[in-house]
């Protein structure tokens, strides 16, 4: 009998669309879904249209314009102080969700585990499962989502080959320390682990901090994977562009593998974010994170106005409260309550776990424009 294969079984589907969809039903505001919907940088969308003219619609080279790998390359050093060769380090893919499932294609054998700090994004697990490799977790300590080194090192089995973080972190907004990166770095180099970095949120930091790459740190280059894109900065997800950035004996095969699952990013696409990654001022940047640091405080003054205490994030733009008061055995629940009762939609917490530690908390997304985050805090604020 025909059947999906065992690899299809396992992977698990997200709930956030399930909770769009029954917010549609009942007219609410979706605070579930991560897109950005705030404005492309001007920029940024005249040089797409300049590029559609200008006749650069042909696949690019299997690893990306040489325009735009060199744009990264200036940037990685400006932003992240980190020096990588565009002509053998960097692969730009579809999206940072193609550079990393790219990255685990080329790096990853069938039972390698790999170490997810959780609460996790959930690509990063499915993307996990989808390679068939094994998750383990380390399960960060609320509110605070700390860890301690010996959370990981009981993590590690023979068995382990990498370590997955994403700073900051979709959905609890950490943003990894440098002693916390340190410990990383520690672990995977005595245990000789791949350590995997999401940096996709990099430039949505608070409260004054400032990105640190863990590729950037001693001895790290020659086993980090970073991956990172452009979707979030300048509200392109709908583009696809992101890419890695590894030592050429990984590239040269993440990049092989990139060619063989989506050909090229789009070419048109890629040109322009050249542009907008080297025209773009220093300002542009600083106006973001003010303007996302509204946002939080704007969502985490209304959440605890609703008895519904916030893990105040340090980075990205989402935000995890405890919905412990409101009715309903498991967060789906809760989530559903909320919904009804407010008619703001939420992410239920076990999205985010393996285990049952996501139980009372949901994640609400603050990349909204103002009106809508607005209204959306006004309900929160009424919920009795
Ligand atoms: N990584 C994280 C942590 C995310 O939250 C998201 C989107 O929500 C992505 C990656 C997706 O990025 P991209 O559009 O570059 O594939």
Same mark, same amino acid.
């Given at each position: ?38 404005? =492309? ?33 200036? +940037? ?15 692969? =730009? ?22 170490? @997810? ?34 959370? @990981? ?11 997955? =973080? ?65 979707? +979030? ?23 092989? @593998? ?14 322009? =974010? ?16 003010? +303007? ?48 009804? +009762? ?43």
């Amino acid at each position: 009998m025909l059947s999906l294969s065992d690899r299809a079984a396992r992977i698990v589907q997200a709930e956030i669309r399930n909770m769009s969809i029954e917010c549609e039903k009942v007219g609410g505001i979706n605070l579930a879904q991560g897109v950005s919907d705030t404005e =492309v940088p001007p920029l940024v969308r005249r040089a797409a249209q300049v590029a559609i003219d200008e006749g650069v619609n042909s696949y690019t080279r299997y690893d990306g314009l040489r325009e735009l790998r060199e744009a990264i390359a200036r +940037k990685l050093r400006r932003h992240c102080g980190i020096e990588a060769d565009p002509e053998s380090e960097i692969t =730009v893919s579809a999206g940072s969700t193609g550079a990393f499932y790219c990255a685990c294609l080329a790096l990853l054998n069938p039972g390698d585990e790999v170490i @997810l700090f959780e609460p996790y994004y959930g690509y990063h697990l499915n993307t996990l499962l989808a390679v068939e490799a094994v998750p383990s977790y380390v399960t960060l300590r609320a509110p605070d989502w700390t860890f301690a080194p010996e959370d @990981l090192e009981r993590a590690i089995s023979p068995r382990t080959r990498g370590i997955m =973080v994403c700073t900051p972190a979709n959905p609890s907004g950490k943003v990894f320390s440098r002693s916390e990166l340190e410990a990383v770095a520690d672990a995977a180099g005595r245990h000789d682990l791949f350590v995997f970095t999401d940096e996709i949120y990099e430039h949505f930091l608070y409260d004054g901090r400032r990105h640190v790459s863990p590729g950037s740190l001693p001895g790290m280059a020659e086993r980090t994977i970073i991956i990172s894109g452009l979707s +979030k900065t300048f509200s392109i997800t709908g583009w696809r562009i992101g890419y890695a950035v590894s030592r050429p004996r990984w590239a040269k095969m993440i990049g092989y @593998l990139n060619d063989l699952v989506y050909v090229c990013a789009p070419a048109p696409l890629q040109r322009a =974010v050249a542009v907008g990654l080297d025209e773009l001022p220093p300002g542009f940047y600083d106006e973001l994170r003010s +303007k996302y640091q509204r946002k939080r405080d704007r969502i985490c003054a209304a959440l605890k106005r609703a008895g519904l205490p916030p893990c105040v994030p340090e980075g990205a733009y989402y935000v995890l409260a405890d919905v412990s008061r409101l009715p309903g055995e498991t967060s789906k629940e809760k989530a559903m309550n909320l919904l009804r +009762k407010a008619r703001v939609a939420s992410v239920p917490g076990e999205a985010f776990f393996h285990g049952s530690a996501g139980e009372s908390i949901v994640r609400f997304c603050f990349s909204k424009q103002d009106g809508e985050l607005e209204e959306a805090c006004r309900r929160l604020e009424g919920l009795d």
